[in-house]
């Protein structure tokens, strides 16, 4: 993925789609857990586990992804 500069019209629309699709992800969990806990009668704890099992996947690719090595960046 290519680094954006901070302050440039691409980091503040990457910064915006961003905040959109995180709000429209805590906008849908709801209507998830509702249809988890009515069909399967999954125990909170065990839906808080996988749930937080799965934003540490998330994280960790995401943060993986967003670093470059330093031999692919340009040099000057």
């Known amino acids: 993925m290519p680094s954006v500069e901070p302050g440039t019209f691409q980091a503040t629309i990457t910064g915006t789609i961003a905040v959109l699709l995180a709000a429209a992800c805590w906008a ?12 399967d009668q999954v125990s909170s704890l065990t ?14 690719f995401t943060f993986a992804l967003g670093r470059l090595p330093q ?3 340009p040099s000057g």
């Open 28 to 39: 849908l969990s709801g209507i998830f857990v509702k249809l988890i806990m009515v069909d």
């Open 47 to 60: 839906l808080a586990f996988w749930r937080d099992t799965a934003a540490f996947v998330v994280f960790v």
């Open 71 to 73: 031999a692919s960046l």
